[in-house]
């Protein structure tokens, strides 16, 4: 999310944080597609505001691994000193490597944090490319595990495709972590706040897009069909399709944020946070489930 917003929603959270320990761009582009699927909402859990608040994953190794989440309370304070404070959407490889993505308010890099099967912890830092913007809202590991798709906030016509941290050799903590290719989107998206791969070539996307000028829709779930699964090699395209209007429904009124995605595979289940607006932040942010209609 863009500084401004990040800080207003830290200086909301960070208040939050007191109180318990106290008691229009536009791109000339194809017109959207019309959703060829449906995902049904089938239920919800309270999404907590200060670590369930921006991103979630469900971790397959090792077994029985509980999801895991990330919010401005699950940043470790020795990266915030550092100055990354603000972790997005993460992801999880098939392996069990869990891959968190942080940006700072400053600077030229970006960092993704992962941590290994057994437990331990390393990070990657990439230097931005030309033309790269500084967010660094989230990640999406390829089912085979080599390549890490990335966004950026705003209105973007690509994502952005690395080697995967930890899990591709060709990836070290020691060096520059590589924008490997692209992909190159055939109608613009906005906002995205999170991807998770439904399958080789299939993602799908969490949009906080507030102007629904680009699909009809605000707030919309976005999937995206690639020409190819990535390879960091080559370019490939995408495909968008919005396919429904995620929840919005609160005892506040206000400007609700749509944050991360989840695709288990092993259950089909989908899961997109949805925080609320004003003081019901506190009260009634949800995690929405979907099942495939």
Not at 192 to 218: E, W
Request: charged share 15%; hydrophobic share 35%.
């Amino acid at each position: 999310m863009p500084a401004s917003a990040r800080q207003r929603c830290h200086a909301v959270l960070s208040g939050l944080v007191t109180l318990a320990t106290a008691a229009v761009v536009s791109f000339a582009a194809p017109a959207p597609a019309s959703a060829a699927e449906t995902w049904n909402e089938t239920g919800s859990d309270r999404a907590d505001p200060l670590t369930e608040s921006q991103g979630l994953a469900s971790v397959e190794v090792p077994a029985s691994s509980p999801n895991r989440y990330t919010g401005i309370g699950t940043i470790p304070i020795g990266l915030s000193v550092r100055g990354w404070n603000h972790v997005g959407d993460p992801d999880a490889s098939y392996d069990g490597h869990y891959v968190e993505p942080y940006q700072r308010d400053s600077g030229n890099t970006k960092m993704y944090r992962v941590q290994a099967p057994g437990g331990g912890w390393s990070e990657y830092v990439h230097t931005l490319s030309p033309g790269e913007a500084l967010n660094n809202s989230w990640d999406a590991i390829s089912p085979d595990g080599q390549w890490m798709l990335s966004g950026e906030w705003g209105t973007m016509d690509r994502l952005l495709v690395f080697p995967t941290p930890g899990v591709n050799p060709a990836t070290s903590p020691s060096a520059n972590l590589p924008q490997a290719s692209t992909v190159h989107l055939d109608h613009p998206v906005r906002d995205v706040q999170g991807c998770d791969f439904a399958g080789p070539t299939t993602l799908l996307c969490s949009s906080d897009d507030p102007d629904g000028s680009l699909f009809g829709m605000t707030k919309p779930l976005l999937r995206v069909d690639l020409s190819a699964a990535p390879n960091g090699t080559a370019d490939v395209t995408g495909h968008v399709t919005a396919l429904r209007r995620l929840p919005l429904r609160s005892s506040c009124s206000g400007s609700f944020e749509v944050e991360g995605i989840d695709y288990d595979r092993r259950s089909g289940v989908l899961r997109v946070i949805v925080v609320s607006p004003g003081f019901c932040v506190l009260t009634d942010s949800k995690t929405y489930k979907f099942s495939r209609g």
